[in-house]
């Protein structure tokens, strides 16, 4: 990420206003269609007869860009997932795949994924002293000055233009914020497992381990009969971060005395095959906005679904296609959403179905929806909580929504870093490992479908609603009494398990 040839590549792309049409491909990568099935006849009504002499429309997306045929390297290229590409150290061609792989193998891939070789937490350094803060401008302004020291220390040992730098909650407002939650699973363990059963969590995507100091300092020093029960297990994907959270330990953890109350568990949580009989909590924090998701469109007049793939030709170029065959992640999504959303929820057929035709038939209007997101990967995470540790106690939160986001419902922010600069751009179809991609989450209805699979029921609310009732906001505010705690992430929610 740091050669010059790199750094020479992001300044041609970013040197443009155009440059997230730039990103992957010089034929711009845009949304079509193609379809699987030969035609020999073309009717007046741009209908197309098929060699079983079934009658359909032609379905290809209209774009405002028409790139290459690809239909012809859409038959010939073979059909891949994530999982075959993890031992891959070079990006992959002259395939095709779909679009929750895709994403996976941008995010996780362990040789050139964004997470295990791109990104870098962001370390604030000693703990904000918010009550000395004027106001929440003056900690903005505390918080942008420490992010160009802790980024100049960094380059002075290794400079780059493309660093991938991001925060958590957990690193800002330590350690306010974790212990937030440090006190939510006392009083809860307290209520329903003590003293019959110790007190077990497990945390996905633990970052820099800083979540895990603070929870477990907090119950050492507050609840010390507690803590000689409590046991902490970091299910990590990432190498790198496994590597942070083991120096964590080496560093602190061993002097505060945690290092025999901790396990690093160095695995993806979707290989996860031990069964767990013991009641536990399971913190997922900012993890479901990186998890793949699938894209579907719809006929606007039959209302099918339809299901996209991404190609990547001999040249490593971009395009994406849709296909009326569901595979039986996404067969299974729509299923579930269907008879489990107890309200309506945004859709790209919702709404007046006259209203979608007369649109769709205007000049040069596309003849499939905008994408909608949907997210397969969350299901299949509920799934594993259901199958392997059913007496869990789910504590997630995460992003509810999302500016700056591409087409689409429930659609992603992908972004990079460059010059320390953040850089939208309009289409997840990016060079592998070089973006973040990120959703938001429709909690009300991920909390119908993980009652459906799980059988738990749950509570939603607000992140600045949680930590007003579990935290002690009098230690983040600022002089004119407002918290930047509370303030910030207002786009977050949380849902718990009851």
């Excluded at 098929?50 to 774009?63: A, C, F, K, L, P």
Aim: proline share 7%.
């Amino acid at each position: 990420m740091n050669s010059p040839a790199i750094s020479k590549v992001f300044q041609q792309l970013f040197a443009h206003q155009t440059c997230s049409r730039r990103i992957c491909t010089s034929s711009v990568p845009r949304s079509i269609t193609a379809h699987h099935r030969k035609y020999h006849k073309k009717t007046s009504e741009e209908t197309y007869v098929d060699e079983d002499g079934s009658v359909e429309s032609n379905w290809q997306q209209r774009t405002a860009f028409f790139p290459p045929d690809k239909a012809k390297d859409y038959e010939r290229y073979p059909m891949i997932d994530a999982n075959a590409l993890r031992n891959r150290k070079e990006r992959p061609r002259r395939v095709k795949m779909l679009m929750r792989d895709f994403i996976e193998d941008c995010l996780y891939n362990p040789n050139y994924g964004y997470f295990p070789q791109q990104a870098v937490i962001f370390d604030p350094g000693e703990p904000f002293d918010f009550n000395s803060l004027p106001d929440t401008a003056a900690f903005d302004k505390v918080l942008g000055e420490r992010y160009t020291e802790f980024e100049d220390a960094l380059d002075e040992h290794s400079p780059s233009d493309t660093r991938q730098l991001w925060h958590t909650p957990t690193e800002l407002f330590r350690p306010h914020y974790g212990e937030a939650i440090a006190q939510y699973l006392v009083t809860n363990y307290k209520t329903m497992h003590h003293p019959f059963h110790d007190l077990v969590i497990y945390e996905l995507g633990a970052g820099n381990g800083t979540l895990m100091m603070n929870i477990l300092d907090f119950i050492r020093d507050c609840y010390p009969d507690i803590y000689h029960r409590t046991k902490f297990k970091i299910i990590e994907i990432s190498p790198a971060l496994v590597t942070l959270q083991t120096a964590q330990l080496g560093a602190n953890a061993e002097s505060r005395g945690h290092k025999d109350r901790v396990e690093i568990i160095n695995r993806s949580i979707f290989s996860w095959d031990t069964y767990i009989a013991s009641p536990c909590f399971f913190l997922s924090l900012e993890v479901f906005d990186n998890f793949a998701h699938d894209s579907i469109r719809y006929d606007p007049f039959t209302e099918q679904p339809l299901q996209g793939s991404v190609l990547i030709d001999k040249n490593g170029d971009f395009y994406e296609f849709y296909s009326k065959d569901i595979d039986p992640v996404a067969s299974r999504y729509l299923r579930v959403r269907h008879e489990a959303a107890s309200h309506p929820f945004n859709h790209p057929v919702r709404g007046a179905r006259w209203k979608r035709i007369i649109k769709a038939r205007l000049p040069f209007a596309a003849n499939l929806t905008v994408p909608e997101y949907i997210p397969t990967r969350l299901m299949q995470f509920f799934d594993i909580l259901q199958r392997y540790f059913p007496l869990h106690h789910l504590v997630a939160s995460d992003f509810n929504a999302l500016p700056d986001a591409v087409q689409g419902i429930n659609a992603p922010v992908v972004q990079t870093r460059y010059q320390r600069r953040t850089v939208p751009v309009t289409t997840p179809l990016v060079q592998q490992g070089y973006f973040d991609i990120l959703f938001p989450t429709d909690f009300p209805v991920m909390e119908d479908i993980y009652q459906a699979i799980t059988g738990r029921l749950t509570r939603v609310s607000s992140q600045e609603d949680f930590l007003r009732r579990w935290s002690d906001v009098e230690a983040t505010q600022c002089k004119n009494g407002a918290s930047p705690m509370l303030t910030w992430y207002k786009n977050a929610s949380v849902m718990t398990t009851v």
